[in-house]
């Protein structure tokens, strides 16, 4: 789809409004929800997800003129092509790596290996190749955010889930280093720390999810934190307080009540 020149404008509140924004894994859940957001407040969007489809689908029922790329996030070299793509549009304002994947994994089991390698890949190793060709335009403007994706579920780890949690744990860390590495340069790290939310995602979990919080509220409060530049925020927020008081359970007792805890079913 063709693009449209975008200008930066400038809400309410005076945080600086994303003129274009790159989002990855935009075809359904968080991804899609953030489009949506940013499409309202005008901003031109690069929608990259596998299913072109759902893509096209996506943009056609956003208002304006975006880009669409049909793209596995594990291909860096094709992710840098359509990232070079997008830059040629001008610069670019916000990078999120929404794409993710969550799939039970058991280490006893041979076959997860391969599940667990994708898991890495997608959810960390492509965060980190979804920034890559972003920053030195960034850095060079002096202005610019990168988003990453962590989880609730980095906080502490979870049966079943190692693959997951291990990965999101990551995201966290990497990104906060990111963060320091380009303290004073203008480009803001933005980490969003979901807890549950209504996506396809969690509709396949097999347990109880508190506070569930609707992917639609979950995309306007992270944009609004994107827009502050905020380092690290968990939504929702009664979540981080969940978060908080796990750091501080013995591993004893967590070890005990955590091992009776549902389990994501495994992917095989």
Known sequence: MAAADAACAVPSGGAPRAGRVFITGASSGIGAA????YA???AELGLLGRRRPALEA???SLPGNHRVYAVDVRYRAALHAVAADFLAGGPVDVVIASAGISVGTVTEEPEDFDVFEAIIDTN???TVATF?????????RGAGRLVGIASVAAVRGLPGAGAYCASKAAVRNYCESLRVELHGSGVGVVTLAPGFIRTPMTARNPYKMPFLMPVERFAELAVRAIDRNVPYIVLPWQMAWVA????????????HYAAQRGRKPRQS
Do not use: C, S
């Open 244 to 255: 908080r008081l796990l750091r501080l359970v013995p591993n004893r007792l967590y070890d």
């Open 58 to 60: 996506l943009a056609r």
């Open 124 to 126: 960390l190793n492509a």
């Open 132 to 140: 890559e060709p972003f920053m030195a335009a960034m850095k060079a």
């Open 34 to 37: 953030l489009a949506a957001v």
């Open 40 to 42: 309202r407040r005008g």
